[in-house]
């Protein structure tokens, strides 16, 4: 039997389901049951009737789905996984931020701990932020939004709301330059140039398309266009040309790459399944807390 053979057996016999984000090893996204952006994986996450979900992407995805899912075991290939704007805030940095501005909504961005979110009032993730702000949030005097600066600053050219910043950003988004835009469109003058809201203003200010990975393959799919320009994780280029042949996808940047997001490996994603590592635990008390955030998002 082969490794891809071997997991799935073993799945089968564990009741488990594979998600994988977009950002993914190709073949890790190969053999998941479901590969796509954080909203829909924390949407998989709620719904599926698995006992297990084995998680292939970073700390705070596998978090999310164990606190919609407590009753099942959620595992995390490797647990070195996480998120490197996601620990640019901790719960006591909120908490000082928040006593700053009493009154205040707090809407917190999913890459955050679940201690964070303990703290927040709403979630949100870059496929939605738009809308929580603009909708769920329409009455709100003052709104902290954390920890991404830029998304941040994209919400709030969308939304013409002052949010109250934290200082935090994705350092793989922030390595793709407006320069690597420019260099590319000389390399594909026809191509169309999709941006993701993690990235710095001045990339944004570039884009034909602004989207989350899930709204950037749908886009791809949907465009007339035959060419494009991707500025976000390289990784997403295989579900890109997977679903359309025919169409061109050109990374914006080589240095685009979250090494945390390929830390997961076929191999690992079998012994995690084999030996029930690395399981997610959230204590009961933060996950009450941060489940309302995120279910009020996922209602809206
Ligand atoms: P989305 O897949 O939700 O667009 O998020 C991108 C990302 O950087 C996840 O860590
Ligand atoms: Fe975090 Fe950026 Fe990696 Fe996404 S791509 S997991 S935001 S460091």
């Known amino acids: 039997m082969n490794l891809v053979e071997k997991i799935q057996e073993l799945k089968r016999k564990r009741n488990a389901v594979i998600l994988a984000h977009n950002y993914q090893l190709p073949e890790v996204q190969d053999i998941a049951d479901y590969v796509g952006d954080s909203l829909g994986l924390s949407i998989q996450a709620a719904a599926t009737p698995a006992d297990v979900i084995v998680f292939c992407g970073v700390h705070f995805m596998a978090e999310t789905a164990k606190i919609l899912s407590p009753a099942k075991t959620v595992l995390l290939p490797e647990e070195k996984a996480g998120c490197p704007m996601a620990d640019m ?29 303990a703290e927040c009032d709403l979630c949100c993730t870059s496929a939605n932020a738009v809308r929580m702000v603009q909708d769920v949030l329409k009455d709100e005097q003052e709104i902290i939004f954390v920890p991404d600066r830029y998304l941040a600053s994209y919400v709030a ?7 109250i910043l934290w200082n935090g950003f994705c350092p793989t988004h922030a390595r793709i330059l407006p320069e690597n835009i420019a260099e590319a469109k000389e390399r594909h003058p026809g191509a169309e140039v999709m941006v993701h809201p993690e990235c710095t203003p001045e990339l944004i200010r570039l884009a034909d398309k602004v989207a ?45 790459i979250c090494p945390n997001m390929k830390y997961t490996t076929l191999e690992k994603v079998l012994w995690s399944l084999e030996d029930m590592v690395h399981e997610i635990v959230v204590p009961e008390d933060i996950a009450d807390r941060a489940r309302r955030c995120i279910e009020r998002m996922l209602a809206a």
Do not use: D, W
Request: proline share 2%; glycine share 8%.
């Open 89 to 117: 805030i901790t719960a006591e940095e909120l908490k000082t931020l928040k006593a700053q501005h009493p009154g205040a909504a707090v809407l917190c961005y999913v890459n955050t701990s679940a201690a964070v979110k």
């Open 157 to 163: 050219s969308q939304t013409g709301r002052n949010l």
């Open 212 to 256: 989350s990975t899930e709204g950037m393959c749908r886009y791809a799919g949907e465009s007339k266009n035959m060419e494009f320009i991707v500025a976000t994780e390289r990784g997403i280029l295989h579900r890109m040309e997977k679903e359309n042949p025919g169409k061109k996808f050109h990374a914006a940047s080589k240095f685009a």
